[in-house]
T-cell receptor, first 113, second 110 residues
Framework: GESVGLHLPTLSVQEGDNSIINCAYSNSASDYFIWYKQESGKGPQFIID?????DKRQGQRVTVLLNKTVKHLSLQIAATQPGDSAVYFC????????????FGAGTRLFVKA | NAGVTQTPKFRILKIGQSMTLQCTQD?????MYWYRQDPGMGLKLIYYSVGAGITDKGEVPNGYNVSRSTTEDFPLRLELAAPSQTSVYFCATQQGTWSFFGQGTRLTVV
């Protein structure tokens, strides 16, 4: 069945370093891939998305890379800050009978000062 | 502009009790969703709605019901609460590929 999964459950980085969070997906028919950030006690918040016909998209301090050959998605955070500490979810979105978003299990990012 | 508002924030239910989790939005989005998030896990889709009067099952609909009489409101009903329904419940709307989430309802069934 469809699944979106993450390679690592936790990631610890030093403040100022770059972070890379990885994600594997299995549904090659997905239209969009999205990254969400969830801080403790809050709902997920949209960070960045990438359409399935793209391989890279950049935002403010974040870059998402999509490798459709190996069905792999990554989120790169430049100059990681303490405020980046959160759980990050990748998700895939298919527009079949309404947008349905399937979420992965999440990676917890710890930023060490 | 409140976005997506969920009530209550916390609730403890006894096995077999029923309750309704409320969700309301003021963004005039057609798409609305209910997810549950178990500890250390991602979000699983319970039910979704593409507009008023239309609802459909997600991945884990058993034990839940929804209704969508207006664009703004999308309540989630638990009829016979079970310990397996202990979770954090998130309501969300969607515009394009972006989902907007409420703050969640933490439900414990004992």
């Amino acid at each position: 069945g469809e699944s979106v999964g993450l390679h690592l459950p936790t990631l610890s980085v030093q403040e100022g370093d770059n972070s890379i969070i990885n994600c594997a997906y299995s549904n090659s028919a997905s239209d969009y891939f999205i990254w969400y950030k969830q801080e403790s006690g809050k709902g997920p918040q949209f960070i960045i998305d990438i359409r399935s016909n793209m391989d890279k998209r950049q935002g403010q301090r974040v870059t998402v890379l999509l490798n459709k050959t190996v069905k792999h998605l990554s989120l790169q955070i430049a100059a990681t800050q303490p405020g980046d500490s959160a759980v990050y979810f990748c998700a895939e979105n298919t527009n079949t009978g309404g947008f349905k978003t399937i979420f992965g299990a999440g990676t917890r990012l710890f930023v060490k000062a | 502009n409140a976005g997506v508002t969920q009530t209550p924030k916390f609730r403890i239910l006894k096995i077999g009790q029923s309750m309704t989790l409320q969700c309301t939005q003021d963004m005039n989005h057609n798409y609305m969703y209910w997810y549950r998030q178990d500890p250390g896990m991602g979000l699983k889709l319970i039910y979704y709605s593409v507009g008023a009067g239309i609802t459909d099952k997600g991945e884990v609909p058993n034990g839940y019901n929804v209704s969508r009489s207006t664009t703004e409101d999308f309540p989630l009903r638990l009829e016979l609460a079970a310990p397996s329904q202990t979770s954090v419940y998130f309501c969300a709307t969607q515009q394009g590929t972006w989902s907007f989430f409420g703050q969640g309802t933490r439900l414990t069934v004992v």
